[in-house]
């Protein structure tokens, strides 16, 4: 969620239970690395010893991250150990609809993936609603039509309205002192309510039960104790404590969805409300938050005219999808670009279109610094494998390396690299094979259509060709 809601950098920092301050990537790292090892260790108790270049890793993340989320991740799993060379990064709505269409293919609902059809997978997970539109091709390939888009709507969002109540309950106080001197007994909560959340049903008469601390809740309640604390709280009709559980009234125990449902249901017609959505007939759910009958319900009530799927054990479609998508990489054959993308460059000074506070000398001319040259619009349909050419020219004698730095900006109209609405994205450096005095030329070919964007250098001098990706600042 952090990686959603904040840049990534590489100096970013994670606050644990006790507020204490980690690097983020080695926190990544280190999570990363456990999965890593559990997986060999589990195919060497079968009898399969593996290379690394034997392995081929997938990681998924959410279509709604930013560039710079995803090179963090990258970095982390290259942390821990996973060659980089076989590494795939997947968008999660992608590897869910894969998994989808093959899932339905000898289903009744086989139709609803039929060559031509548009649907829109909506990935509700813990923290997000991830959601993306794309149109069935033949051969079980499909592509993007609309940018990806979401919101922190996911499951958690039920949680932390359980909490607020809680936390109304207690008081500021007695909350803190829960969090942070009966941590563990605050995570068992945390657990049972996640559990008791799965089986709230629209139609639910008998009260939820949660199992809940109370050794804990009364000695932070003092005398009065957690039960008596209850019963005089504002809550006192809709819930009760009995027999070490905390019972909610049915209708209470729906009421915690309101918000969330609303904000994805929102967010969906936002989506269906762009032009590239107008014809979009299935909606697609998956994750483990898509369980959640209340939360389909709601969906189907509000999108009535269109055909609304949830695959059996949606929780593992992303998971399943992965597996797939690392053999098919290319099953997706367009994408759309989530932002503006360019290139900072040094163009000569024109003082009807430049700033004068941009004006530099640079070898004896006037030049305009950071200008942002446009490589590819927002919103830019790109076929996977289709390149930007730049030409890139070492400046010194023996020159080592070449930087390629690349912007991003919410605007085409975009004029300067240090403009409130743009941003670097990320760098990397081009080794030039064998420096001489001479200036070299290399050939940049920026790839937009993928799941991260790659950029293949060739000297033009050598003809040797390198493929990278970018790195954060």
Known sequence: ????????????????????????????????????????????????????????????????????????????CEKAGIPSYRLVIALEPEVASLYCQIWFAESEKKSA??????????????????????????????????????????????????????????????????KTKYETDYLDLQHSFESAKRIITRNETDKVNIQ???SALDKICGDDGFLKIVQNSEYSDRITIESGKMRLAPDFARSLFIKSSESIILKIESVLNQNEAANISVLLLVGGFSESEIVQDKIRQAFSKRTVITPKDPTLAVLKGAVLFGHQP??????????????????????????????VLVDGEMRCDGVFELLVKSGTSVPIGKNISKLYHTINKNQEKIRVALYKSCSDDTKYIDDEDCSLVGECFITVPNPCEQKRTVKVEFEFGDTEIFITATDKNTKEVSKETFRLE
């Open 1 to 76: 969620m952090e990686l959603y809601v904040r840049k990534a950098h590489s100096n970013m920092k994670l606050k644990d239970i006790h507020g204490i301050e980690h690097a983020a990537i080695d926190v990544f790292t280190q999570s990363i690395g456990a999965l890593r090892q559990s997986c060999l260790s589990t195919l060497k108790n079968q009898g399969y010893e593996l290379e690394d270049d034997e392995i081929k890793w997938c990681l998924t993340v959410p279509a709604i991250w930013t560039d710079e989320a995803k090179i963090f991740m990258r970095t982390s």
């Open 113 to 178: 993936f039929r060559p031509h059809t548009k649907c829109l997978v909506v990935d509700l997970g813990g923290g997000t609603a991830d959601i993306s539109g794309h149109e069935i091709l033949k051969k079980g390939l499909f592509k993007e039509i609309c940018k990806s888009t979401g919101n922190k709507c996911g499951g958690t969002c039920v949680d932390k309205e359980f909490f607020n109540v809680l936390h109304s309950i207690l008081g500021a106080d007695r909350m803190d002192t829960f």
């Open 212 to 214: 809940v601390p109370i």
């Open 330 to 359: 290319d099953v997706v054959t367009t994408r759309i670009t989530q932002f503006a993308y360019g290139r900072k460059i040094k163009p000569i000074f024109d003082k009807k279109q430049h700033e004068e506070r941009k004006r």
